[in-house]
Structures are given as C-alpha cells and as structure tokens.
C-alpha cells in the first residue's frame, strides 16, 4: 500500500489536529510530500516536526483561510519548500450552530467565511499552478450537512451545500484542464469539534450516547477512516472521478430512522 502518493505535493488546511491531520499523517504515510497551514501555529509546529522526525517531507506555515493575501503567500512557501503544489484538500472548517431566527450577522459571516470563502480562497491560489502544471486534484472536506440539514444547526449546513455546489461548478469547469475536484462527505467523527458539540449539551454523556446510536454501526468514524478515503481520492487511483461527492458516514445518512 506504501507510495500510492508519489509524486503528490499537496496543501493541506486545518491540519493541526482531528481529520486535517490524520489526512497528513496518512499522505505521507503514502509518500506525498504535504504543506500544512492551520491558524493554530504553536499546535501545527508541533505535528510537522512530528512528521518530519519520521522522515516526511513536510512544510508548514501559520495561516488563516479567510485572509486570500495570506493564501497566495503561503502557496508561493510551499512552492519554494516542497515543489508546485499539485494537490489541494480544503479541510479546515468550523461548526457555526444555532436556531436560525437566533443567528446572528457575525455568526452568519464566520461560517460562511470560513467554511465556503476560506475553501475559495485556497482554490484559487492553487488552481493557475494546476492547470499550468497540466492537471492536479482538489478535495474539498464536505459533510453529511451538505445535503440533509440537522434543525438547529443553522446556518453550518447552507455553507456546506454552497461548497457542495463550488465542488461541482469548479469539476466543470476545469476538466478540460485536467483538473479533477470532488468533495468527501463525512457524517460524524471522533474530533475535539464533535466533542466540543456534546459538550453543549447539559448531558454531554447522554449527547454522545444519542449520536452514537443514529449510526447503523452504533459508533461513528475515526479521523483515520475518513483520511484512508482522501488517500484514493487524491490518488490516481480514480482518474475519471470528478465534481462529486463521496459519502462516509457509516450509512447515518440513507436510513429513515435509526432502527
Ligand atoms: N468532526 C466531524 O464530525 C466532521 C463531520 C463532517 C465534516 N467535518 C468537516 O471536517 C473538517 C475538519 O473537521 P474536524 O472535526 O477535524 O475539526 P477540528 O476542529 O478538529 O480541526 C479543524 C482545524 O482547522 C483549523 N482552522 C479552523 N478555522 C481555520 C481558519 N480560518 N484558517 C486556518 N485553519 C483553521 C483549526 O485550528 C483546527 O486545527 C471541517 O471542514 C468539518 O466541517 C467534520
């Protein structure tokens, strides 16, 4: 299974912790050579340095998604310090969960700067080098939320739809160029963001017990599970694979009710 990534050089958001770095870990697990930002820069340096001691080839820089200014510099790093990036996984995203009557401006402007511009803003410093190095892979880490709404969580789900649509739009519209761009749609996984959801809860205990228990399986994913499907999707394992989405959610989102 060694080296299904050879020859990747892919720019990898949010990847300090949960499903951004075990996307990390697994690619280089698999011989890519990867480029990590998250805004979280103390955390970050502590994971690349991980990385590199086991041999990665591994570069990293304190960015945040929402600022395009900053994007552009940090593609012009990676270039500098692992080779033209030639594939990208919008992975960094935030919960932004309320009752929609209840939200307010900046909560709307956070979620969907974050969770849809932030994810354009990565697109786009990348998408010259792709297309001028004759083709490259976009990931975009989307969710079950982009398309069944959970009540109450507005307006997370309305961003993840919206990248849902940029992942289809951007697929079209660089085929011809040979760019593939497809989206994964986890369902829940075990992540500080999920944890920090059962904790908004009065009983986090009974919380987790509810989640676990809509799933078909009776557990939900490890960032692993999710990392191992972003392997064969930025592989070349899936070349005609494009503008879709693939679903890992255990099965949570094709059942009526949970039995
Ligand atoms: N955990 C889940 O159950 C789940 C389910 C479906 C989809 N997702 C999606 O997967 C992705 C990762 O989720 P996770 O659970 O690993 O989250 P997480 O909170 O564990 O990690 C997210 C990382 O992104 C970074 N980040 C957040 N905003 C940023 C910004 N503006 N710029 C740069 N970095 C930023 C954070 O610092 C953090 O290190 C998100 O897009 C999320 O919506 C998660």
Redesign the pocket.
């Given at each position: 299974m060694v080296g299904r990534l050879t020859g990747k050089r892919v720019f990898i958001?949010?990847?300090?912790?949960?499903?951004?770095?075990?996307i990390a870990e697994a690619f280089v697990g698999e011989a890519a050579a990867v480029f990590l930002?998250?805004?979280?820069g103390a955390?970050?340096s502590v994971v690349a340095d991980k990385l590199c001691a086991k041999g990665a080839v591994v570069g990293h820089m304190q960015?945040?998604?929402?600022d395009a200014k900053v994007i552009d510099a940090a593609v012009l790093r990676a270039k500098s310090e692992i080779g033209p990036i030639n594939a990208l996984v919008?992975?960094?995203?935030?919960?932004v969960f309320a009752e929609p009557l209840a939200t307010s401006d900046a909560e709307w402007d956070r979620c969907f700067?974050?969770?849809l511009k932030?994810a354009w803003n990565c697109s786009k410093a990348v998408l010259p080098g792709l297309i001028a190095q004759g083709g490259g892979v976009i990931l975009n880490?989307?969710?079950?939320?982009a398309f069944t709404i959970i009540p109450h969580t507005f307006p997370?789900p309305l961003a993840?739809h919206a990248l849902l649509g940029m992942t289809k739009s951007l697929g079209l519209e660089y085929a011809p160029d040979n760019v593939r761009v497809n989206a994964l749609?986890?369902?829940?996984?075990?992540?500080?963001?999920?944890i920090?959801y059962w904790n908004s809860f009065p009983d986090p205990e009974a919380a987790k017990a509810e989640t676990m228990k809509l799933h078909p399986g009776g557990r939900?994913?490890t960032?692993q599970e999710?990392a191992m499907a972003a392997v064969f999707m930025i592989s070349d394992e899936c070349p005609f694979m494009n503008a879709t989405c693939l679903t890992v959610d255990g099965g949570l989102s094709v059942q009526q009710h949970p039995a």
């Open positions: 958001t949010g990847a300090a912790q949960g499903i951004g770095l075990a930002i998250d805004r979280d955390l970050l960015a945040d998604i929402t919008n992975n960094a995203g935030v919960n700067d974050i969770n932030g880490i989307a969710s079950t939320h997370y993840k749609a986890p369902g829940y996984v075990a992540t500080q963001k999920v920090d939900i994913a960032p999710i």
